[in-house]
T-cell receptor, first 115, second 112 residues
Framework: GAGVSQTPSNKVTEKGKYVELRCDPI?????LYWYRQSLGQGPEFLIY????????DSGLPNDRFFAVRPEGSVSTLKIQRTERGDSAVYLC?????????????FGPGTRLTVL | DQQVKQNSPSLSVQEGRISILNCDYT??????FLWYKKYPAEGPTFLIS?????DKNEDGRFTVFLNKSAKHLSLHIVPSQPGDSAVYFC???????????FGTGTRLQVFP
């Protein structure tokens, strides 16, 4: 079956602009995660949804970052007033249920470049 | 504060030999550990995991060892194959949340 998909695969924007990154999880997966991977680093947790609600948003770096999952499936990560430091690969993952022992399946990521 | 550390950024191993990738952690609340493998332009894929109640878990050519007193885990790949060439990430979870804390990764190259 289809895996986790993310669009766009690449996004180039100018400092100060607004961007939206989309994640389509595996069908039926109730949990959805957003991570950010900067160059030379491992993925860094941003936010996690169980169903429609954000169960843990402790990783969002500031109030410019916001994510939604209104119908418990597709999720959108929104970044306002982008800064050059926001440049990274944004990874989405989904899993069939709660608990770290439920495998998280990752998408290919969206590479965001802020000029 | 890096709670999960992979101190070797790269490792080069000959095909057929053993690859040993190491990971250290600082948070004693971590109770579940995972290894992910990542190829270029792809997302990480799950490889193997271990609960803190165990000290070893084996799956085919892959074995993970956990030393809780030393807060250290390692991934053994034997025999190593050229297709194993990738970046390997160690990750941990504390059981109170489903988020994973990742290390910085080790790039493994298996040469013929």
């Amino acid at each position: 079956g289809a895996g986790v998909s993310q669009t766009p695969s690449n996004k180039v924007t100018e400092k100060g602009k607004y961007v939206e990154l989309r994640c389509d999880p595996i069908s039926g997966h109730t949990a959805l995660y957003w991570y950010r991977q900067s160059l030379g680093q491992g993925p860094e947790f941003l936010i996690y949804f169980q169903g429609t609600g954000a169960a843990d948003d402790s990783g969002l770096p500031n109030d410019r970052f916001f994510a939604v999952r209104p119908e418990g499936s597709v999720s959108t990560l929104k970044i306002q007033r982008t800064e050059r430091g926001d440049s990274a690969v944004y990874l989405c993952a989904s899993s069939p249920g709660q608990g770290a022992d439920n495998e998280q399946f990752f998408g290919p990521g969206t590479r965001l470049t802020v000029l | 504060d890096q709670q999960v550390k992979q101190n070797s950024p790269s490792l080069s191993v000959q095909e057929g030999r053993i690859s040993i990738l190491n990971c250290d952690y600082t948070n004693s609340m971590f109770d579940y550990f995972l290894w992910y493998k990542k190829y270029p332009a792809e997302g990480p894929t799950f490889l193997i995991s271990i609960s803190s109640i165990k000290d070893k878990n084996e799956d085919g050519r892959f074995t993970v060892f956990l030393n809780k007193s030393a807060k250290h885990l390692s991934l053994h790949i034997v025999p190593s194959q050229p297709g194993d060439s990738a970046v390997y990430f160690c990750a941990a979870s504390d059981g109170n949340t489903d988020k994973l804390i990742f290390g910085t990764g080790t790039r493994l190259q298996v040469f013929p």
